[in-house]
């Protein structure tokens, strides 16, 4: 896929989730019919993550796709510092409701503006199918470790 290309298909998927983020009733976690995912669900999935990610306190977080920041928000308090970026800023407006204090950076995945090395953990979770090919995967995976 060409870059232009990539770079349409970026924008429509950034335009569809600012859409969705003013849309008052949206759920973000919801099962292949639609309905709401219920609250064990949701707290399944932050145990895991946890497991896997192994926080100490002084550990950093970087939340790459954060969405409305539901998961951001259960995570933060097993961190000493929590950094989120998504590519919909209207998808961070509602985050800025759930993560108070939280720096959050309007940011394609591809394109982190961080320094090298910033941040002890990065996450990015439910966010990968959304991207365009496989060239953009392979970008995301080397600017989450670089940073």
Known sequence: MDDRRREILLARRQKD???YAHNEGAVMYRRSDGTPEPPTAEQAVVAQLLELLAPE?????LDAGCGAGELTRHLRPHFGQVVATDLSAAMLERARQLLPGVPLHATPAHQLPFPDGSFSRALSYSVFFYFPDYPYVKQVFEEMLRV
């Open 57 to 61: 306190p002084q550990d950093s977080l």
């Open 17 to 19: 989730w600012d859409a």
